[in-house]
């Protein structure tokens, strides 16, 4: 039976390169889009409905000797928008929210990485989407560490955040007959993530007997 340790979050922070311990190189980290999740919630008159993006990729570059040089980057692909509705999700990829066929991708890069407890971290970047670019914060939270099924290194994350639609030029709504509105503004965000430790590549002794 695979078991995974749960280790203190000091072993994630080092893997982002947040504390200063000795490595030999910067280490790559896949996101696994298979077993991690990107999804919001938005007010919809009295409740909230629930979406989530299916296609996205990131990576995670770490020297922990040095953890300023810590980045992360990630993309999603703005027309995988899925609310479990067919009829909505083509309204949001139309030019009256996502615009997809005019802005097909949503990329974030951090900026700056500030530890608040030994669980918590606080991620600040940029993110862009729907052709406008905007500081935002992630709170991110430290889940787990240990091998997969093949023994390769994970790391398990959460992150939450709220953005304003408006800030980044989606505004459509519809005035009802009470004198609300259809949709809110403010869009929280919770993403789930799994990463994976990339092979470092191969010195060059060893590329070159190997014939590449």
Do not use: C
């Not at 789930?192 to 007997?209: I, N, R, W």
């Amino acid at each position: 039976m695979l078991r995974y340790q749960m280790r203190p979050f000091a072993v994630l922070l080092s893997l982002l390169g947040f504390l200063a311990i000795p490595a030999a190189a910067e280490e790559t980290y896949q996101i696994d889009p298979v077993h991690s999740t990107v999804s919001f919630t938005i007010r919809h008159l009295i409740s909230r409905v629930q979406g989530r993006f299916g296609k996205f990729q990131g990576t995670i570059l770490t020297d922990p000797a040095n953890p300023a040089s810590a980045k992360v980057k990630a993309e999603i692909d703005a027309g995988s928008i899925d609310t479990g509705i067919t009829d909505r999700d083509n309204h949001l990829r139309s030019a009256d929210f996502f615009d997809a066929a005019k802005y097909p991708k949503i990329s974030f890069e951090s900026s700056e990485a500030t530890v608040q407890s030994p669980e918590k971290v606080t991620l600040k970047g940029n993110l862009s989407m729907h052709g406008v670019t905007k500081p935002v914060i992630l709170e991110v939270t430290g889940l787990g560490f240990g091998p997969g099924m093949r023994g390769e290194a994970r790391a398990g994350f959460e992150g939450k955040t709220t953005l304003s639609r408006k800030d980044f030029g989606i505004s459509w709504n519809k005035p009802m007959d009470a004198g609300n509105l259809l949709l809110g503004d403010e869009v929280e965000v919770t993403i789930y993530l799994e990463a994976v430790k990339s092979a470092p590549p191969a010195p060059p002794a060893a590329a070159k007997a190997s014939g590449n």
